[in-house]
């Protein structure tokens, strides 16, 4: 009999990015692997979800901070308890009381696990320092948890460095479904009358650095076949709009369904992701795994995975190097092609969910059966559990 996981994840619909496609495609393989899952998400989000038993929650965002209503918790109590979870898994953050879902979860016996999505970049920059705070200001609901998940050694440094105890941490990168997510025909640029197609995909944050990639696009002053589009959400959106409207190259495209955005890859020329800090881009693996060819900077992890594999470009400055970059793939189609086929080859080798999920699964059964961490620092810490997807 399989297991019955709690996830706390993200939904889609209202927004598009790597969390809400991170909880899409990992419940959807748990339930393959004959788990049997209960999806609790933000209302907000949307009503995309991957299994139909989800409890949506209601809450107000601020900026990207989640703060839940009254009744919030009791009423994940109330489903927790009628569930009975052999597992609680949360991918981080889902609102102000991620801990609190935890320590729930440990009431009822369940184990707990929490995979850290969150950003990081160079500790000398003050985009690395401002995230540095908000690892210091998420680690005590960190330890609330049996596990965390980080994306890589230099974040599980991080995590150490901001207080969470090495051995409660397990290094498992962000996987891809690449039988899904696969290089095929669309009819998209036919469809648009385009030469040559750019493309992002993400949240529109100030970090993600997409109002950059427009400007370096219209400074190319390419023909009118030649197109960025752009789609997702964020803070930005009306903006993005406004400096798009000065070209009519540029088309921003918002949220898209999972159809529309394997259309949008696999009809890509040249995918770009100029963010300053990152972690590991699952939009990045996706681009890859649709074998497109991909100019990326060296946040987060990105420089190890796009190495031999795409175009990397200094985070700091982004031009000329970005516009250099452009402009020299846009020139050569047959390394566009080289490109984008070490860039599928290195998806399916390092980066596959099927392998990830299996290591999520011995991960959420050594749990169990070693049973919980002590809540207080330094008590009762556990071995670390040598899991990863690339072994």
């Known amino acids: 009999m399989g297991l019955r996981v709690a996830w706390f994840g993200h939904a889609g619909g209202r927004r598009a990015d790597g969390l809400s496609a991170y909880s899409a495609q990992t419940v959807a393989a748990l339930v393959a692997a004959g788990c049997t899952v209960r999806f609790f998400h933000h209302e907000m989000d949307g009503d995309r979800t991957p299994v139909d038993d989800a409890v949506a929650l209601d809450g107000v965002r601020f900026k990207t901070v989640t703060i839940p209503v009254p009744r919030t918790r009791a009423a994940i109590e109330r489903s927790l308890a009628e569930f009975h979870p052999d597992v609680v898994h949360l991918s981080l953050s889902v609102s102000v009381i991620d801990g609190a879902v935890a320590r729930t979860a440990r009431r009822l016996g369940a184990a707990t696990v929490v995979t850290c999505h969150l950003p990081y970049a160079a500790e000398h920059s003050i985009r690395g320092r401002t995230m540095r705070g908000i690892y210091r200001y998420h680690t005590p609901r960190l330890r609330q948890f049996d596990r965390c998940i980080a994306l890589s050694e230099g974040q599980r440094d991080l995590l150490v460095g901001t207080g969470l105890p090495a051995e409660r941490i397990v290094i498992m990168p962000t996987a891809v479904d690449a039988r899904r997510i696969s290089p095929g025909p669309s009819a998209l640029r036919e469809k648009l009358g385009a030469a040559l197609l750019v493309s992002y995909l993400g949240r529109l944050d100030p970090e993600k650095r997409v109002e950059e990639l427009i400007q370096s696009f219209l400074a190319r002053r ?33 949220v898209i369904s999972d159809e529309d955005r394997l259309d949008l890859l696999r009809a890509t020329d040249i995918f770009v992701l100029p963010s300053t800090a990152e972690g590991l881009s699952l939009a990045l693996l996706e681009a890859m795994a649709a074998g497109c060819p991909i100019i990326g900077t060296a946040a987060g992890e990105h420089a190890g995975v796009l ?15 970005l516009g250099e970059a452009l402009e020299s793939l846009r020139a050569d189609p047959g390394r566009r092609r080289r490109l984008g086929a070490a860039a599928r080859r290195r998806a399916v080798e390092r980066y596959s969910l099927d392998a990830y999920v299996t290591g999520l699964l011995s991960l959420y059964e050594e749990t169990l059966n070693r049973g919980p961490v002590a809540e207080t620092a330094g008590a009762g810490r556990l071995p670390a559990v040598p899991v990863s997807p690339q072994a």
């Open 222 to 254: 390419w023909p009118d076949d030649h197109l960025l589009l752009v789609a997702g959400h964020g803070s930005q959106d009306r903006r993005l709009r406004a400096l798009a409207d000065r070209g009519s190259g540029v088309r921003i495209l918002g």
């Open 307 to 321: 190495d031999g594999a795409g175009v990397l470009v200094p985070t700091n400055p982004l031009e000329p190097a």
